[in-house]
Antibody, heavy 121, light 106 residues
Framework: EVLLVQSGGEMKKPGESLSISCQGS????????IGWVRQMPGKGLEWIGI????????RYSPAFQGQVTISADKSIATAYLQWSTLKASDTAIYYC??????????????WGQGTLVTVSS | ELIQDPAVSVTLGQTVTLTCHGD??????ATWYQQKPGQAPILVIY???NRPSGIPDRFSGSNSGSTASLTITGTQAEDEADYYC???????????FGGGTKLTVL
């Protein structure tokens, strides 16, 4: 069974740094993309970026480029989403998802449970 | 950019079609996700018209020009949820989600 297990919820203050994680199991971690998706309170899904753990190829949404850092440690089958300086507007649920890429399509077939990040002074 | 109707309603047992509009859909297939309150999204349709195991066959997808459609035939109460389409953008290098459609089953 494919599982993506995310780290627990976080409460931070503006200006602080943060790293959340997503550990994959039940499949070959290096053979599939891992994507990150944001969902702000009461809002829709937003694509943040993706990483291919096999060679650390990373793509960012233009809206998130420079705002977050995506990385992965294939030795422990874990992907990360990091912030160096949090803002209140980063308050959201963040999902990781296992991605499958084809020439004319792309899909996330398994999702983590989500990590709630709350940034407040 | 992918455009979805914010809200759609359907009578129990009837058929409903949700749409997703975007130029990139002329080149790339849309993927559809269902999200219920307090839960992570789940994949319902991908590629030309493929369903993951566990997704009922009342869900189907289609594509025509710049529009992708998700059809639910014989809608059940448990289908009430938010539905999001997703595809590559026109450059092919990034992904984009539609704004989502809240489906209400009456």
């Amino acid at each position: 069974e494919v599982l993506l297990v995310q780290s627990g919820g976080e409460m931070k203050k503006p200006g602080e740094s943060l790293s959340i994680s997503c550990q994959g199991s039940g499949y070959s971690f290096t053979d599939f993309w891992i994507g990150w998706v944001r969902q702000m309170p009461g809002k829709g899904l937003e694509w943040i970026g993706i990483i291919y753990p096999g060679d650390s190829d990373i793509r960012y949404s233009p809206a998130f480029q420079g705002q977050v850092t995506i990385s992965a440690d294939k030795s422990i089958a874990t992907a990360y989403l990091q912030w160096s300086t949090l803002k209140a507007s980063d308050t959201a649920i963040y999902y990781c998802a296992k991605g499958v890429v084809r020439a004319t399509t792309y899909w996330f077939d398994s999702w983590g449970q989500g990590t709630l990040v709350t940034v407040s002074s | 950019e992918l455009i979805q109707d914010p809200a759609v309603s359907v009578t129990l047992g009837q058929t409903v079609t949700l749409t997703c509009h975007g130029d990139s859909l002329r080149v790339y297939y849309a993927t559809w996700y269902q999200q219920k309150p307090g839960q992570a999204p789940i994949l319902v349709i991908y590629g030309r018209n493929n369903r993951p195991s566990g997704i009922p066959d009342r869900f189907s997808g289609s594509n025509s020009g710049s529009t992708a459609s998700l059809t639910i035939t014989g809608t059940q109460a448990e289908d009430e949820a938010d539905y999001y389409c997703n595809s590559r953008d026109r450059s092919g290098n990034h992904l984009v989600f539609g704004g989502g459609t809240k489906l209400t089953v009456l």
